[in-house]
């Protein structure tokens, strides 16, 4: 189906785009009206170019899944979305006032004014928080001030829903992020803990402060991870008059451990709103950095953290469900195939009504030759490839929650399935296997290499045998499995 056009004057879904009014890194805002609907409106797409955009697409489609289950003054109002199959998109309210990004220019702030703007973020989060949403890129562009004071957040496409799939983690193994605010945590790709947006917010309250950042801007791991033993410049340092309540409560969002945090943001706004009940403990005295031998200390410990540090600390997680995974091959020739493992599929995850299933397919890369993100017509083969997956489970009739639609990105089919299966604890795989050949026999076969390595149990499933026709047998780990759930032979 052709994509529609997205320009001024143009009409999709009902909805008459005006004028684009902002393009960032990953989508583009456009001023959109309906007849139906009587407050400012917007339109978000996401930009799908010819390059790297996997993450822009993922995020979009969180965003996607977790804005229409929020409400509230403290988020932009859900309206409608758009399919990748036509044109993706999410209309929302046009949130009126301006972000905190301007305030840059203005730092450092009066010690008031950044202890009443912060018991209003710190609030709004509260509320965030008990929707079961941790935002995870809490900074000054992404936190609005409306004309009647109160703060309204934007952009999900980061943001962690703890009961829905997280697809950002599911499929990359990368931490997810803006460096000067990601917490500790965020590094070991920990993002179900809501301790996670008070130390964004205490990076927030930092610069507006002092005027820098207290991470400075990393651009790579090893910056990064300074923030796990290099501990910040005490405000006191560069203000002697700084109050010290205040330094105790900004540092305070500062530490390393989410243990040593405020549990909560209601307890972070109640403190910014009542400064003489504040404890203070040495945060509040310190002047100067630790010094080297301390901080060398630190620099040893923080060699050996690992997740599970962090993970043991998480306030919440979302119950597990069980996950059934099914690799499909969408490559022609292989519709009958596809329409019976979609059969085996339907009748496995009736069985089982609290499990989960995601559909994924691989997008194979070359290992050193150019990878094209375009087909010959000009599409996107990610998104391509995420149109039909969906289209592939259609027929299923789950409901939206049950089901996730993963395009993994690899030059290894086989370890890329196994792969996501290890990391998401998959209970059960089901794939497809078309009928053998030479060919297959002699490079080796996906599925015999997934039946082999997977975490979990395997189903292959293949189409039967017509009289006089040649074929494997009937053992799942057979080396002349085809290739399923990719376009070409591994």
């Known amino acids: 189906m052709a994509r529609e056009l997205l320009e001024t004057g143009a009409t999709i879904d009902g909805f008459l785009i005006g004028e684009k009014i902002h393009i960032g890194g990953m989508a583009e805002l456009w001023s959109v009206t309906r007849p139906d609907i009587d407050v400012p409106i917007l339109m978000k797409a996401p930009l799908i170019l010819d390059g790297e955009d996997a993450e822009a697409i993922v995020g979009f489609e969180m965003e996607q899944m977790?804005?229409?289950m929020l409400s509230g003054p403290h988020v932009p109002r859900f309206f409608a979305q758009g399919d990748f199959a036509d044109q993706p998109y999410i209309v929302?309210?046009?949130?009126?006032g301006?972000?905190?990004?301007?305030?840059?220019e203005k730092t450092p702030l009066p010690a008031d004014e950044v202890a009443d703007v912060g018991a209003r973020i710190a609030q709004a989060l509260?509320?965030?928080?008990k929707q079961n949403v941790v935002h995870l890129d809490i900074k000054p562009s992404n936190v609005m001030l409306k004309p009647s004071g109160e703060i309204a957040f934007v952009d999900f496409g980061l943001s962690r829903h703890l009961h829905l799939p997280d697809l950002l983690a599911e499929e990359f193994r990368l931490p997810m992020g803006t460096g000067p605010y990601m917490a500790p945590e965020q590094l070991f790709r920990i993002r179900d803990d809501r301790r996670s947006d008070i130390f964004a917010l205490g990076v927030l309250l930092y610069h507006l402060a002092t005027g820098v950042r207290p991470f400075g801007f990393p651009r790579n791991g090893r910056a990064l991870r300074k923030r796990l033993w290099k501990d910040p410049t005490p405000l006191l340092a560069?203000?002697?008059?700084f109050p010290p309540w205040l330094q105790e409560v900004i540092l305070r969002c500062l530490e390393v451990r989410p243990d040593d945090r405020y549990q909560s943001a209601e307890q972070l706004a109640f403190d910014l709103r009542h400064p003489e009940q504040v404890q203070l403990t040495a945060r509040a005295r310190r002047t100067k950095g630790d010094g080297i031998v301390t901080r060398l200390r630190r620099y040893m410990k923080a060699a050996g953290y690992e997740r599970a540090m962090f993970e043991s600390q998480a306030l919440v997680h979302a119950p597990h469900a069980p996950i059934i995974m099914t690799a499909v091959d969408l490559t022609p020739g292989g519709e009958a195939l596809a329409a019976e493992l979609r059969a085996i599929v339907g009748q496995k995850i009736a069985s089982f009504p609290e499990a989960r299933l995601a559909c994924v397919n691989v997008l194979k890369q070359n290992r050193v030759q150019l990878n094209y993100s375009l087909d010959a017509s000009g599409r996107n083969l990610h998104v391509a490839r995420l149109v039909e997956l969906k289209e592939w489970a259609r027929p299923l009739g789950l409901a939206a929650s049950r089901m996730t639609f993963h395009v993994l990105?690899?030059?290894d089919p086989a370890q890329a399935l196994i792969g996501f299966a290890r990391t998401n604890d998959v209970d059960q795989i089901l794939l497809g296997a078309r009928a053998s050949s030479a060919l297959r026999r002699y490079l080796g076969?996906?599925?015999?290499?997934?039946?082999?390595?997977?975490p979990c149990t395997v189903t292959v499933v293949r189409l039967k045998r017509r009289a006089g026709e040649e074929g494997d047998h009937e053992n799942e780990a057979a080396p002349a499995d085809p290739v399923s759930p990719v376009d070409a032979a591994s």
Request: glycine letters at 0%; charged letters at 20%; aromatic letters at 6%.
């Open 445 to 454: 076969s996906v599925s015999a290499q997934i039946v082999a390595e997977a």
């Open 409 to 411: 990105e690899a030059p």
């Open 98 to 104: 301006h972000s905190l990004y301007p305030w840059l």
């Open 126 to 129: 509260n509320d965030l928080h």
């Open 238 to 241: 560069s203000d002697p008059k």
């Open 66 to 68: 977790i804005l229409p």
């Open 92 to 96: 929302m309210e046009r949130i009126p």
